[in-house]
């Protein structure tokens, strides 16, 4: 990174007012949640048989969502805290982009699960009357948590820029200035302020890590502990946490090309940046290809009956074009782009990072999905319906209006609180200048 | 005009004359209806009957079929016991009812007939059963010995039958254990048979009963009795649930003491650093307002 000054750094990270094209991204955003909330009220309104949810397939492209929602959120901890841990510094003007993707990933998974009830108006009484057996309670305390350890992990980091915010009162206006002020007015640079927020990031980077691993093993067992074929594994919690590495990475990447295309930030998120997440993604895939592997290869070589039937599905069946587009689109293609140094450029490695994301909602899709459409124990005389499963129109629209609502929440970040670190880069940079 | 008309009726007689040709190839099956009776603990009677018919070289059950039972004769509607239906095993069951025990003590000798009606795949079927009255009654005598006498009327008087083989046992899941290693016993002049019950360890209910059981199977003359009697000569079975014990599996509330400690001091933990750090932020808004 070249030196900059101080008041260049903070002129450059300041939040900016959307133009021209995030007018457009907005209003884009906004009418698909719209469309999602008005699928969501016919499904309210009418339950449950809105949708193509039967006997069979009860878990479908909500629970998809929900497991595609928590994966994504973990680069949180990996960026946040594995790599501050480890002592890597390149990772700075990412921390604040990966914690953003897990709150509102975090906080939409908690949504589209409610989504998913029939009668979410019983939702309390999960907590009421909840059975802790269930990996369904572990589900709901872990989330919970994770999502308050991540509010606190974006909190803590952001006090200094507040401060540095706030000195902007004009260009701010009334609202952000009042945000500001009820946010981080008692924050005056005092270095036992310092001491006390590194202590309490050093905390949460240290306690995020079982807690996120422990978010994904956990959804892991919803699946891995219902006797079904394609779930009856016990590779399920390192197969699921490696996967949820490797598309929160491939977020990351997105973002990182969006955020300094868009508010020009080549200065800070730099090609370097790119070259090294870039490797990082290819670590994850080759972990994921591995796990694949395993969870794929040990059951084909078996071949029991029942888990022939799944398998077949996925590898020449009717799943087999949705199969092979997300191991090719999550994994292989984004290794083959990215294990080039040409391809950890940051176009190249932005089509790989969208390619990750697209292949691993789909991968999600078929790790709930086809499993269910084969039970061990079929109905007697089931209806041709059930036997198959396709969305509705409301369904793709609530789901769709998730990932909008998800996208919303980390667009309204961006124009509200710098998107890099000002601070920290400040302090980098000054580290750099005296090396 | 008349030509055009005499090719439309040929045209008709053409199209009518495969279905015409089908339906007559359509052959009824012939169906044999086996009547069966029950003497139940000298208690109550009843009939079965089985339809059966030649499908393919091979005997098939008939369900299905609509079958009527008579006693003595069907000549007279008056003797209609009662109509029945045969199941997916080809079986229709009736007991025979008490407006039927005029005709039943007329004779020591009881005729049963049973007869269903033409179907669209069968013929009408009749089935006839001839029985001699007889009943048996179980009892048992010091060391658990198992006594069953066997009588029949001849007659008014209920006469001793021997020759008779006679079954022995425990009521078992339906079917009938051996009180010990004899299958059968013949009945002997007085019309008795004795049996030693070897099941010392044979598991009876809460109180340790068990059901004996005397049994005369599809005998030509005087086809199927049964006399059971209650004894304490089993093992007492204590019912054993884990409804309330404390396990993965078990209902709300009935959690695994282990896990229950692991997963409360899991989330305590983690939770006192969240309210810890919530603590900090508010040692830091003090530093502020100082």
Same mark, same amino acid.
């Given at each position: ?32 949640? #719209?469309?999602?909330?008005? #699928? ?22 909500y ?9 994504? *959120?973990? !680069?949180?901890?990996?960026?946040t ?16 982009i ?8 975090? #906080? ?9 009830m029939?009668r979410?108006?019983r ?10 057996? *269930? ?6 305390i ?13 909190? &803590? ?6 401060k ?36 309490a ?9 079982? !807690? ?10 919803? +699946? ?6 394609g ?19 491939g ?28 490797? !990082? ?15 794929f290869?040990?059951p ?10 799944h ?11 949705? +199969?092979?587009? #997300?191991?090719?689109? *999550? ?48 109905m007697?005389? !089931?209806?041709?319906?059930?036997t198959?499963? &396709?969305?509705?129109?409301?369904e ?5 209006? *998730? ?33 | 005009?008349r030509?055009?008309?005499? %090719?439309?009726?040929?045209v ?20 044999? =209806? ?7 603990n ?15 070289? $091979? ?23 009662g $109509? ?11 007991? %025979? ?65 021997a020759?008779v ?16 290693e004899?299958?059968t ?19 009876g209910?809460?109180?340790?009963? %068990? ?25 007492k079975s204590?019912?054993?649930t884990?409804?309330?014990?404390r396990t ?7 959690s695994?003491i282990? =896990? ?31």
């Amino acid at each position: 990174m070249e030196k900059l000054a101080e008041n260049k750094i903070i002129e450059d990270l300041l939040p900016q007012k959307f133009g021209k094209q995030g007018q457009i991204w907005v209003a884009c955003l906004l009418a698909v949640c #719209a469309l999602g909330f008005y #699928a969501y009220c016919r499904q309210l309104y009418y339950g449950l048989e809105v949708t193509a949810l039967r006997d069979y397939a009860s878990w479908g492209i909500y629970i998809s969502n929900f497991v595609f929602f928590v994966a994504i *959120s973990l !680069v949180g901890s990996l960026i946040t805290a594995v790599l501050r841990l480890t002592d890597v510094h390149w990772s700075t003007p990412l921390t604040r982009i990966a914690e953003i993707i897990a709150v509102s990933a975090i #906080a939409f998974a908690g949504l589209i699960i409610i989504v998913d009830m029939g009668r979410p108006d019983r939702f309390y009484n999960l907590f009421l009357h909840g059975r802790l057996q *269930s990996p369904i309670i572990w589900d709901v305390i872990v989330i919970t948590t994770y999502l308050f350890i991540s509010l606190l992990l974006l909190y &803590f980091p952001l006090l200094p820029d507040l401060k540095i915010m706030m000195g902007f009162k004009e260009r701010n206006g009334k609202f952000l200035q009042k945000l500001y002020e009820f946010l981080g007015s008692f924050w005056k640079n005092k270095p036992e302020q310092f001491k006390i927020t590194d202590k309490a990031i050093n905390i949460l980077s240290i306690t995020i890590i079982p !807690v996120a691993f422990a978010i994904h093993t956990v959804t892991s067992w919803l +699946f891995a502990t219902t006797y079904r074929p394609g779930w009856d594994s016990t590779n399920f919690g390192a197969y699921f946490i490696s996967g949820a590495f490797l598309v929160g990475a491939g977020g990351v990447l997105i973002a990182m090309y969006v955020f300094r295309s868009h508010y020009k930030l080549e200065k800070y998120i730099t090609d370097d940046h790119f070259d090294k997440m870039g490797k !990082v993604v290819v670590l994850l895939a080759l972990i994921y290809l591995y796990f694949n592997i395993n969870e794929f290869l040990v059951p084909a070589f078996k071949m029991k009956k029942a888990e022939e039937e799944h398998l077949m599905g996925l590898f020449t069946g009717e799943f087999s074009p949705i +199969f092979w587009f #997300a191991i090719s689109t *999550s994994m292989l293609i984004p290794i083959v782009i990215l294990i080039f140094k040409k391809g950890r450029k940051p176009k190249l490695a932005f089509i790989a990072g969208i390619l990750v994301v697209v292949g691993s909602w789909f991968k999600r899709f078929l790790i709930v999905t086809p499993t269910l459409l084969h039970p061990f124990l079929p109905m007697h005389d !089931v209806p041709k319906s059930y036997t198959t499963y &396709f969305p509705t129109w409301e369904e793709w629209a609530i789901a769709g209006g *998730s990932l909008a609502g998800a996208l919303l929440v980390i667009t309204f970040f961006a124009r509200i609180f710098p998107i890099i670190p000002i601070h920290e880069t400040i302090i980098e940079t000054e580290h750099h200048e005296k090396a | 005009m008349r030509k055009h008309k005499l %090719i439309q009726l040929i045209v008709l007689v053409i199209a009518l004359v495969p279905g015409i040709l089908m339906a007559q190839a359509v052959e009824k099956n012939s169906l044999s =209806l086996n009547l069966k009776y029950y003497n139940d603990n000298n208690v109550t009677h009843h009939l079965l009957v089985q339809a059966k018919s030649k499908i393919d070289g $091979k005997f098939q059950q008939i369900p299905n079929i609509p079958v009527q039972f008579y006693i003595t004769s069907d000549a007279d509607k008056a003797n209609l016991l009662g $109509k029945g239906v045969t199941n997916e095993k080809g079986e229709a069951l009736i007991e %025979i009812p008490p407006a039927a025990k005029a005709e039943w003590l007329k004779s020591p000798n009881q005729n049963f007939v049973v007869v269903s009606t033409a179907t669209k795949k069968f013929d009408e079927g009749r089935g006839e059963l001839a029985v001699t009255k007889a009943k048996i009654k179980v009892d048992t005598a010091e060391g658990r010995i198992i006594n069953a006498k066997l009588v029949a009327l001849v007659d008014t008087t209920w006469t001793p039958i021997a020759g008779v083989d006679v079954i022995v046992g425990v009521k078992r899941l339906g079917g009938i254990l051996n009180a010990n290693e004899t299958q059968t016993y013949p009945t002997d002049s007085s019309g008795s048979v004795t049996a030693e019950f070897k099941r010392d360890s044979l598991p009876g209910d809460q109180k340790g009963n %068990i059901v004996l059981v005397a049994s005369v199977v599809d005998n030509e003359t005087y086809g199927n009795l049964t006399s059971q009697l209650v004894v304490p000569w089993g093992t007492k079975s204590v019912y054993m649930t884990n409804f309330d014990h404390r396990t993965l599996f078990a209902r709300r509330g009935h959690s695994p003491i282990w =896990l229950e400690i692991l997963a409360y001091a899991i989330v305590v933990a983690v939770w006192s650093v969240i309210i810890f750090l919530l603590v900090q932020i508010k040692n830091i808004k003090k530093l502020g307002v100082e």
